[in-house]
């Protein structure tokens, strides 16, 4: 039987919502590997660290909630706030993680404040904004009714329980793979990243020795870049939306349906260039690849009866050499 999620505010909402966080918080206690093709940045940490960051992200959030209800925003109000939300969690998160490793000399190193978050992740907040936390606030403060009617595939008001918490787990790893983003990649030298993983013991065994995370960030940034320009905007293209979930075999990811025509407005003109060239490709390659097939059977078949033509009057000039 299909469990669906409160489509208003009312008790059985609150209730959904506490069960969800309580859901969540039980599969921390699960291999946090990482089992998907892609890298994150949360794989250098091991699994006791990435346990911890996945607890802050999720105490945050909890805080973040009962704050937006005592403010009591509306719909439009709240997708207007969602960028600058997104930012201040990702603060409050990442001055946490580092307090909790007992590391409170390294806020000044890291600089962490709202104003350099708006500056280094102008691009990749706002991409990931409004898929990211703007639809999951609505489902857990207003419920299922609030949503647009063509984002997803099924009918809002019978939004599957089991959709709001894929949203919900991948928000939780998304934005603590953003906020180990944050302050590997943007705030500290690559020696002191090094030195702060190293000495508070932060790596799992596959990054303990300095060329293995100068080699696995390297691969961050290439992987990156290789996902700016190629593999978003197919997702766009195609409506899909990548979310990572918490299973017993580790982290893994998935792909869902989404309404994603304002995102292909937003692609830029770089973008737009490699998709063309994917789309080229699509067309092309298929029928390449047919053209060749054919040319193939042709050769083979001439191939084919060239050599039996050979043993044929091969054995016809032994035949008459023996007749002789």
């Known amino acids: 039987m299909i469990k669906y999620w409160p489509n208003k505010q009312s008790i059985d909402l609150n209730h959904a919502?506490?069960?969800l966080f309580i859901t969540t918080k039980k599969k921390f206690i699960y291999n946090l590997s990482n089992n998907s093709n892609y890298h994150l940045y949360i794989?250098?940490?091991?699994?006791?660290?990435k346990e911890k960051l996945f607890k802050i992200t999720l105490n945050e959030l909890k805080k973040l909630i009962l704050d937006i209800i005592q403010l009591n925003p509306n719909k439009k109000q709240l997708k207007k706030l969602s960028y600058q939300i997104l930012c201040n969690i990702t603060t409050k998160i990442s001055k946490n993680f580092l307090y909790s490793t007992n590391q409170a000399n390294y806020i000044y190193i890291f600089?962490?404040?709202e104003k350099y978050i708006y500056q280094t992740y102008n691009n990749l907040i706002a991409?990931?904004?409004h898929l990211l936390i703007n639809n999951l606030l609505i489902y857990l403060i207003f419920g299922s009714s609030f949503i647009?009617?063509?984002?997803?595939?099924?009918?809002?008001?019978?939004t599957p329980h089991k959709?709001?918490?894929i949203l919900f787990e991948n928000f939780i790893i998304q934005i603590s793979n953003l906020t180990v983003y944050y302050l590997f990649h943007k705030s500290?030298?690559?020696s002191q990243i090094i030195n702060f993983i190293q000495n508070n013991q932060l790596s799992n065994y596959s990054y303990i020795s300095t060329r293995s995370i100068i080699l696995f960030l390297n691969n961050l940034n290439w992987q990156n870049l290789i996902y700016k320009y190629i593999n978003q905007p197919k997702e766009i293209y195609s409506s899909r939306y990548p979310v990572w979930l918490i299973s017993t075999e580790g982290i893994i990811i998935k792909y869902i349906y989404t309404y994603r025509l304002e995102d292909i407005q937003k692609i830029g003109n770089t973008k737009t260039f490699f998709l063309c060239c994917l789309e080229i490709k699509d067309i092309l390659i298929p029928k390449i690849e047919k053209i060749i097939i054919i040319i193939g059977k042709y050769f083979l078949y001439i191939l084919i009866n060239l050599f039996g033509n050979i043993i044929i009057l091969m054995i016809r000039v032994v035949i008459s050499y023996l007749q002789k």
């Open 148 to 158: 647009d009617e063509k984002l997803f595939i099924f009918n809002k008001l019978y």
């Open 163 to 165: 959709h709001v918490q």
């Open 127 to 129: 991409e990931k904004n």
């Open 17 to 19: 919502v506490v069960n």
């Open 111 to 113: 600089n962490i404040n």
């Open 43 to 49: 794989d250098v940490l091991n699994n006791i660290h």
């Open 188 to 190: 500290l030298s690559l």
